[in-house]
């Protein structure tokens, strides 16, 4: 069964939407293939990144407190920290060719995970190259391969088409799963609608 799951690593329903997913999966015991693709919440955030609380602010005004007490609160009922007083929102172009690169290796949903939890719990510049390279090689990539790649241009134009095609495909929001090339789950559903959804897949093959 192939998925094909489009997200970005500053995204909190994209790491809440994965952590349900992947608890599905950790219970289904069919063969999966998955393909992650990039999205960009936010193409215009910055390099370097800013106090997420000010960027939100800008974003949502009133609102935005409200907005990451909600937010925190259903990433905690998945074991999910969320620090919104440390993160940097950033531009996460350079993120999305890293976890392109990882790909080569299997490595790209390892590798988003990690860029998640910079983000929301460590604090880190995830527009830095610098931090990125540091999270390729904690799994165990050439952290200056992944240096020299992210300093080139290489996999730019390949990012660039893959956020045009989900935009030609539909894909207005995030995070958003597609089984077998038809189904499409916008949104981070519980854990439950995806356990469903893989039987009633794999039933229909």
Not at 162 to 183: K, M, N, Q, Y
């Amino acid at each position: 069964m192939r998925i094909d799951i489009w997200s970005d690593v500053v995204c909190p329903w994209c790491y809440i939407g994965v952590t349900r997913f992947d608890r599905a999966l950790a219970a289904f015991d069919g063969e999966v293939t998955i393909r992650l693709h990039p999205f960009q919440l936010d193409p215009d955030a910055p390099i370097p990144g800013v106090p997420a609380r000010a960027r939100y602010a800008r974003k949502f005004g009133d609102q935005a407190p409200a907005i990451l007490e909600r937010v925190t609160s259903e990433a905690a009922k998945e074991g999910l920290t969320f620090d919104f007083d440390r993160a940097l929102t950033a531009n996460t172009f350079d993120a999305h060719r890293a976890i392109a690169y990882a790909r080569a290796s299997k490595l790209d949903r390892d590798l988003e995970k990690l860029l998640f939890q910079a983000y929301f719990v460590d604090g880190l510049d995830v527009s830095d190259r610098t931090v990125l390279a540091d999270a390729g090689a904690l799994l165990g990539l050439d952290r200056a391969a992944l240096d020299r790649y992210l300093a080139s241009d290489e996999g730019v134009d390949e990012v660039r088409r893959e956020l045009v095609d989900g935009v030609e495909r539909g894909i207005t929001a995030v995070p958003s799963f597609v089984f077998e090339d038809e189904f499409l789950i916008p949104g981070a559903v519980d854990t439950l609608t995806f356990e469903r959804v893989l039987e009633q897949m794999r039933a229909l093959r």
